[in-house]
């Protein structure tokens, strides 16, 4: 193996050995954070041999975004002083140098890592934390590259090039206006500044800021909408080897959120409950529920249920569909006490959980008692019954008394009384009487009852009497008289009697 060859292999696996360039991370707005630091800061402490000492590496047709890899390395010449390779995108040649020679050992090297950022500018710092470097025992983190622009069109030797040394492939020539990335170190990890909520949460978190041990860490603090700065930290200083935490605390500001609205319509769009409007500040939660409403079966709900209120008007809709129509039927009964109905009861029918209503009739002769079931209520889809119980008021009677009688005001037949409730109807009857004809009736023959007594009376007259007589005759068994007959004489009709005798020296035989 060549001299060229083994010093190319040694760097090659010094790179490996000592370095993992990572990429920056995304999570970082670093145009967020603009410190400007001293070039003193930096390792080897003094700006001309820091400019001198800066790792270089060549970026070529650089546009608004670029992503090079870099894979480099530093080493200890005999001298102590450091030397550098770096690695151009379109030879990956290596090299070395030191201040004011020309480029040597010149040859080919990989690397897996990236470095990325924005645009160029002049000049863009792109942090890169966790790479360190050791120099006589001194522990030195990489910080950030510098991309920079050289505006003149010069050749090697590279201490020819004004301003800065550098790294470049032997006898390159610059062009004017080519893009180079220099990589620095510092004695200090540096500071990282955190913007954070009492309760830990983190609103912004700086990059790592670069400066040597004992410098003063630059921060600041920073508005956020809707907290309120409550700590700031003390003033503090980079420490040797230490990364240093600076903290600012904020509370949450209460700040109004807009209006959520909670809606509950059929299939349709139509509303089918009142809206609930929910208020709050913004990132306060909210949560909504679901309802039960009668003859309707939840669908879908359109919108966020449970969210964070925002400055925007949120709707958050519950949506039904209509259930198939039942009905139900109510039965209204009005009986008496010993449940006979009194009245024509009343069927009323209607959609389940529809409301219905009964009535208490007005029934002569009863008065109200009570009312089983409910008299109001919802129709439901088992048949109901609604019962009005009447007791039955007290019964006035009257009577009427039917007289037949004789011109003479004499009875001649016996007397009929009839008795019946107040107001209900009462009828007489004309009899026919022997030996009387009828003349006339006094009273009303036909009427109705009232609490006072009454009388109707038939009037006749008496019919002419015809007489007829009966002879009793006492004879003995030859019809010879043997005792005066007797002769007995009355109406027509009536009735007459006759008498054994006892006859002397007879025996009575037969009539």
């Known amino acids: 193996m060549n001299k060229k060859s083994l010093i190319s292999s040694l760097l090659l696996a010094l790179a490996f050995l000592f370095f993992n360039v990572q990429k920056v991370s995304a999570a970082i707005d670093y145009n967020l954070f603009n410190y400007e630091y001293p070039v003193s800061a930096y390792y080897p402490k003094s700006s001309d041999k820091a400019n001198v000492m800066g790792r270089i590496i060549k970026i070529n047709n650089v546009r608004n975004d670029y992503s090079i890899s870099i894979p480099m390395d530093f080493n200890q010449n005999s001298e102590g002083k450091l030397n550098y390779f770096g690695l151009t995108t379109s030879t990956n040649a290596y090299f070395t140098h030191d201040s004011g020679n020309s480029i040597t050992n010149a040859g080919s090297i990989t690397g897996p890592d990236t470095l990325v950022g924005p645009g160029l500018q002049n000049p863009v710092k792109l942090p890169i934390p966790n790479k360190t470097l050791t120099v006589d025992g001194q522990t030195y983190f990489f910080n950030y590259y510098v991309v920079q622009v050289v505006t003149a ?19 390159d020539t610059l062009p004017a206006n080519a893009n180079f990335a220099w990589a620095y170190y510092s004695d200090s990890p540096g500071a990282v500044i955190h913007y954070k909520t009492e309760d830990g949460t983190e609103l912004l978190t700086s990059p790592t800021i670069i400066g040597e041990s004992g410098d003063s860490i630059p921060s600041e603090a920073r508005d956020f909408t809707g907290y309120t700065l409550v700590s700031v930290p003390e003033a503090d200083t980079f420490k040797k080897a230490q990364l240093t935490n600076l903290n600012y605390i904020y509370k949450k500001s209460p700040v109004a959120g807009a209006t959520v ?14 809206p609930i409007s929910l208020s709050g500040n913004i990132d306060q939660e909210y949560t909504t529920e679901q309802k039960n409403i009668a003859g309707y079966t939840f669908k879908e709900v359109q919108g966020n249920k449970n969210g964070q209120f925002i400055t925007e008007p949120q709707t958050v809709t519950y949506v039904y569909s209509k259930n198939s129509i039942a009905t139900g039927t109510v039965t209204i009964k009005y009986v008496d006490t010993n449940g006979k109905s009194i009245s024509d009861e009343i069927v009323k029918s209607g959609n389940v959980a529809s409301p219905f209503s009964t009535e208490q009739k007005n029934i002569a002769g009863y008065t109200f008692k009570e009312v089983q079931g409910n008299k109001n209520g919802k129709f439901t889809t088992d048949p109901q019954t609604v019962t009005y119980v009447y007791s039955k008021n007290p019964i006035a009677t009257g009577t009427v008394t039917i007289k037949y009688v004789d011109t003479n005001g004499k009875s001649i037949s016996d007397e009929i009384v009839k008795s019946g409730n107040v107001a209900s109807p009462f009828s007489t009857e004309q009899k026919n009487i022997a030996g009387y004809t ?14 006072d ?6 009037v006749y007259s008496k019919n002419p009497i ?9 004879m003995d068994t030859n019809g010879k008289s043997i005792s005066d007959e007797i002769i007995k004489s009355g109406n ?13 020296g007879y025996n009575f035989k037969e009539v």
């Open 492 to 504: 027509i009709g009536s009735s007459y009697t006759s008498e054994q005798k006892k006859i002397s």
């Open 261 to 274: 609205t909670v809606k509950y319509v059929d299939t349709n769009g139509f509303p089918i409950s009142d």
């Open 453 to 458: 007594p009454q009388t109707v009376t038939y």
């Open 438 to 451: 009828f003349k006339e009736v006094q009273g009303n023959k036909n009427g109705k009852f009232t609490t």
């Open 153 to 171: 069109k010069v050749v090697s030797p590279i201490n020819e090039i004004p301003g800065n040394n550098y790294a470049l492939q032997p006898l």
């Open 466 to 474: 015809a007489t007829g007589t009966v002879t009793i005759k006492y």
